[in-house]
Structures are given as structure tokens and as C-alpha cells.
């Protein structure tokens, strides 16, 4: 496990300040994620090792095969540029692919190393700077999660009939199900709300009131099949490669995963995550790879190598690379969000 510095944890998460998105309670929300959180991962950590051979898993880390491992790395950080490409036409601000890029691992890196996720919430604030209001910029990420949803319930329907029925799996399928339901919901009622409401009466409201108008006129945006399909194709194109490195990160421990096999664990692990957990999804993510793998007959212990190694393959580069941005950030290198040099600062939506 990578250890960032404390002094860079600090200054990572205190520019820019969630003061910024109104009606956020920074302190009240880290502190209750914590708490339901760590208890969880602990929790989830203990059912990963109970009656592991703990000795066999180091002996197997020791042995990791450096080629596939590196391939993984190199997918995974394919995986974030297609996430952000995706992003950036849900936003359609001026800001260039790399600067998506950018937010997109550094809002990974603060995810990793605090509760309650909070780099979700900086990357609205960041993708909001001279384009839109933050409301806006989160609803940019609402969808942009929306997405990453459906392309994993997709996978775990299309794998699901070839490899288990196991009752855990289960309870992740209704999950997503039932995740996907509350966020159409949300859209049609954000669209039936800014209907009914003039937003000439925006300026007669107080700042939380324009920020949860703003966030609902930014789901209620429409967008064109064509911009779905787009969206979706680049959604599915993120977790086949993220799969890739699944199936590198196997082969990296001596583990061999059929493309169905690895769809499955792409999106068991993702889409479990979304239990409350530790900061970088620690135990949980131990768990969900011994239950996955082992439903293929593969043994605790590789199972528990695996996802130590697919958890380090995506853990270790966005902290650290993560970690720079925001200390750049910090030291005033650049702004994170705000356009290059030769982009116009005003940016704006065009039509979605």
C-alpha cells in the first residue's frame, strides 16, 4: 500500500474547499463515511483472510510476473482517459482532454486516500471554473457515474447466466437495478420540476436554493441519441479494458480468466465497491475478489493475490500521480479546471 505524506493529504484536500459547493458539511459528511465506513472494511477485510494461508499469499506476491502486471498499469490508464473523453462531452466545456484527464485521477487519488467520496464531489467544483455553476458541474458527474453504472450492469447481466447464482451476486444485481431506477427517477422529476418552474425566478433565491436548480436544469438537459450512443460506446470501451487488466493482473499471479469471467469480475468489484467503505475501497475490495474468483473454483489465497494486485495496479499510479496534481495545484502550478493557455476562459454548454 502506497503511504502519501500527511502534509500532502492536507494540502491535496484543502484547495479547492468544499465550501465552495453549497450545502456541503465537509467535517459532518468525512466523519460519518468514516464511521460507517472503516467498520465495514473491517469487517470485509476479516471474511477475505478468515482461514487464508496468509504465507501462501505473500509467497505468491513475491512471484508476480512483472510483464502482465505492467500491461495491467498500461490499461488501466486507458481506462481514464476514455472516462474522461466520456466526461468531457457530458460537460462540453473548452477544456482539452488532458485537463479532463487530469480531474478525473486526481479525484480518483482524493477518493483513495479519504472517505465518503469526496473527489466526485472536487471534480464538480473543478469542471465548474469559468464554464457553469457548480450545480451544473455536479450534475456533470452524476451522469458521468450514471454511465459507468449501466456499461457494469450490462456486463454482470451478460455474464451472470454463464458463471453463478451465488445469493451475494444476487444482492449486487438488485442493487444496480434498483441504483439505475433512482436515477431515472431523479431525471424525470428534475425535467417535471424545471418545467413547472420559470427560471427567470432564479435570482430571486439564496445560493443553495440556485445550486439545487442549477444541478437539476443539468440533469434535465436532454441529450441526442447520438450523444448516447457516444457516451455509452466509450462507457463500454472503459470497462472492456478495464477487464483487459483484470485478465493481465490474473495472469500476473498465475491465474487464467476467460473474457466472461473477467467481464464478471469487472463488474462485481465495481459495482460492490459502492458499499460503504475505507478510504481506496481496502477489504472491501479483498472480499468482493476472494467471493469472485472463488466462484470459479480458484482458491482463497489466489484469490486474495489477485485482488492485491488489481487493487495496487490502479491504487498505487493515481495516488501518486494524483497526489502531484493536487501539490502543483497547491503550489500554484495550475488550476485544476481552469483552461490551458491558448483556450478561452469563458467556456459554457453548448446543445447536449
Avoid at 217 to 231: K, Q, W
Avoid at 248 to 254: C, E, M, Q, R, S
Amino acid at each position: 500500500m502506497t503511504v502519501v505524506p500527511e502534509s500532502t493529504v492536507v494540502a491535496a484536500t484543502s484547495m479547492p474547499s468544499l465550501a465552495d459547493v453549497p450545502g456541503s458539511r465537509p467535517s459532518r459528511s468525512l466523519a460519518v463515511a468514516a464511521l460507517i465506513g472503516i467498520p465495514a472494511s473491517a469487517v470485509f477485510l476479516f471474511l477475505a483472510v478468515r482461514g487464508v494461508d496468509l504465507g501462501a499469499v505473500w509467497r505468491t506476491l513475491q512471484d508476480v510476473r512483472l510483464a502482465p502486471l505492467l500491461g495491467a498499469v498500461a490499461c488501466m490508464a486507458v481506462v481514464y482517459w476514455l472516462q474522461a473523453a466520456r466526461w468531457r462531452r457530458i460537460a462540453d466545456t473548452r477544456l482539452g482532454q488532458r485537463r479532463f484527464v487530469e480531474m478525473v485521477v486526481a479525484g480518483v487519488a482524493v477518493n483513495n486516500v479519504l472517505p465518503g467520496r469526496v473527489g466526485d464531489l472536487l471534480r464538480a467544483r473543478w469542471v465548474s471554473r469559468g464554464a457553469f455553476s457548480g450545480g451544473k458541474g455536479l450534475a456533470t458527474v452524476v451522469i458521468d457515474r450514471a454511465f459507468d453504472i449501466l456499461a457494469l450492469a450490462v456486463f454482470l447481466g451478460v455474464s451472470l447466466p454463464f458463471v453463478t447464482d451465488a445469493g451475494w451476486v444476487d444482492r449486487i444485481l438488485v442493487g444496480t437495478v434498483a441504483a439505475l431506477a433512482l436515477l431515472v427517477s431523479v431525471v424525470v422529476a428534475a425535467r417535471a420540476y424545471t418545467r413547472r418552474r420559470p427560471r427567470g425566478r432564479r435570482r430571486h433565491r439564496g445560493l443553495p436554493r440556485r445550486f439545487v436548480r442549477d444541478t437539476l436544469e443539468g440533469l434535465s438537459d436532454p441529450i441526442s441519441n447520438t450523444r448516447v450512443a457516444l457516451l455509452a460506446g466509450l462507457s463500454v470501451g472503459a470497462w472492456l479494458t478495464w477487464a483487459t487488466a483484470a485478465i493481465l493482473a490474473a495472469k500476473a499471479v498465475g491465474i487464467e480468466l476467460s473474457l466472461v469471467e473477467a467481464l464478471f469480475v469487472t463488474a462485481a468489484l465495481n459495482l460492490g465497491v459502492a458499499i460503504p467503505s475505507s478510504p481506496g475501497f481496502v477489504g472491501t475490495y479483498q472480499w468482493l475478489g476472494v467471493s469472485a474468483l472463488g466462484v470459479f473454483g480458484i482458491a482463497s489465497e489466489a484469490g486474495l493475490a489477485f485482488a492485491i494486485v488489481m487493487q495496487a495496479v490502479w491504487y498505487v499510479p493515481t495516488t501518486l500521480v494524483g497526489a502531484g496534481l493536487l501539490v502543483a495545484q497547491v503550489r500554484g502550478g495550475f488550476r485544476m479546471g481552469a483552461p490551458a493557455r491558448d483556450q478561452s476562459s469563458g467556456g459554457g454548454q453548448a446543445g447536449r
